[in-house]
């Protein structure tokens, strides 16, 4: 079956860093998706990863290995709003988007 | 980026009623439109797959006359839950994707409570 795994909740420090990791099993990998959901609102894009490496974006980064079937979302400097879910979902060979169940990050002063 | 809105975002409704939700790309046409069901503290469940023109492809367990999608044109795809109940209460999300598009452009969401 397909099976995408992240930790359920995590919690951080204002000002710090922070790293969601993502582990998956998929029929087929045609690239993987973060996403950032607020309590109540729909789910935003964060990054997209196709190749190995690391994808830089502002305060933001994501890492993939498709040999490991493994990922990871870097926030730097974290900041009270950035609290909230933070979804990863890889896209399988019908190009449909598989979701984890979400990382619920808490930022605390 | 690509905007998607949704109409409404929040509605209340008796049991029984039928009720109707629009998604529309309002600057790109979106040959392919997905409908997401969310429960509080969990993950996105696909509901249905639309392509613009034909028939959705509803997801295993998800019942086609209860959730009626029809997807009339490039930028508009329509949900509608009929003869509602309050366990159909639940968050509804919308996204799009561009043919050539790496993307899923998500719609704000639709709060349905049935009472």
């Known amino acids: 079956g397909q099976n995408i795994d992240q930790p359920t909740e995590m919690t951080a420090t204002e000002g710090a860093i922070v790293q969601i990791n993502c582990t998956y099993q998929?029929?087929?990998?045609?690239?993987l998706f973060w996403y950032q959901q607020h309590a109540g609102e729909a789910p935003t894009f964060l990054s997209y990863?196709?190749l190995d490496g690391l994808e830089e974006k502002g305060r933001f980064s994501s890492f993939l290995s498709r040999s490991k079937g493994y990922s990871y979302l870097l926030l730097k400097e974290l900041q009270m709003k950035d609290s909230a879910s933070y979804l990863c979902a890889v896209r399988d060979s019908n190009y449909q988007l598989i979701w984890g169940a979400g990382t619920k990050l808490i930022i605390k002063p | 980026g690509a905007v998607v809105s949704q109409h409404p975002s929040r509605v209340i409704c008796k049991s029984g009623t039928s009720v109707k939700i629009e998604c529309r790309s309002l600057d790109f046409q979106a040959t392919t439109m997905f409908w997401y069901r969310q429960f509080p503290k969990k993950s996105l469940m696909l509901m249905a797959t639309?392509?613009?023109?034909?028939?959705?492809?509803?997801e295993q367990g998800v019942e086609k006359d209860k959730f009626l999608i029809n997807h009339a044109s490039l930028t508009l795809s329509t949900l509608t839950v009929t003869s509602a109940h309050p366990e159909d209460s639940s968050f509804y999300i919308c996204?799009?994707?561009?043919?050539?598009?790496?993307?899923?452009?998500f719609g704000p969401g639709t709060r349905l409570t049935v009472l």
């Open positions: 639309s392509n613009e023109g034909s028939k959705a492809t509803y």
């Open positions: 998929t029929s087929g990998f045609n690239g």
């Open positions: 996204s799009a994707r561009t043919l050539a598009g790496n993307e899923q452009f």
């Open positions: 990863n196709v």
